[in-house]
């Protein structure tokens, strides 16, 4: 019995070890890196109002929804992988829509899956306005940056959006951009 013991201790230490070594060899975004983004260009989602819409939006396209409209990001990755920046848009009214605008300032961790693919979860906290209302809203995005020529990525995943204010409104969808990387131009 002391010996099953002795080699499912080893075996759980080794594999730890292992663990631990990989995910120190994590290949990151490096230190200094800054992308300039047009984000949900493309979008998909489902959200839940007061009731439940579905829309789908390409390029700046206004919907019902309040979260997928496209916006302007900008990150500087502050140390590898760890990045700080934002996202703006404003969506202006066409046929009868409300108008609606959001600023958020986020955070972010990206690390490389393969050498053209990173992936990049952030979030952030800011203020989400539509119909009228502003309100406190927290996106996060589960985002893969596909290189797909030296300074051009395509960016696309999930995302989530939360809005706080008189009610709270949730939305869950997926979106598509474009993101420039500055350091393959300054090089």
């Known amino acids: 019995m002391v010996k099953k013991k002795s080699i499912l201790g080893a ?13 120190s060899a994590l ?5 200094g890196t800054m992308y300039l983004g047009v984000e949900r260009l493309v ?14 939006t390409i ?7 309040n979260f997928q409209f496209a916006r302007v990001g900008f990150d500087y990755f502050v140390i590898n992988g760890l990045s700080i920046g ?6 202006f009214a066409t046929q009868g ?14 690390f490389a899956l393969s050498r053209k693919i990173d992936f990049w979860p952030r979030g952030g906290f800011g203020i989400l306005g539509a ?10 995005e589960a985002m893969f940056n596909w290189k797909f020529s030296d300074p051009l990525y ?34």
């Open 86 to 91: 934002g996202t703006a848009g404003m969506q």
């Open 11 to 23: 075996a759980v230490v080794s594999a730890a070890m292992t663990f631990a070594s990989s995910a």
């Open 43 to 56: 979008a998909l989602g489902i959200e839940t109002a007061g009731s439940t819409n579905f829309g789908m």
């Open 154 to 187: 395509m960016q696309f995943g999930g995302t989530v959006d939360f809005s706080f204010g008189n009610r709270t409104v949730f939305g869950l969808g997926g979106a598509a951009g474009l993101t420039l990387n500055f350091e393959s131009i300054l090089r």
């Open 131 to 140: 119909g009228g209302n502003a309100r406190a809203y927290m996106p996060l």
């Open 97 to 110: 829509s409300s108008s609606a605008f959001a600023f958020v300032p986020r955070v972010g961790y990206a």
């Open 27 to 31: 290949d990151t975004v490096d230190k």
């Open 59 to 65: 390029l700046p396209n206004r919907t019902q929804m």
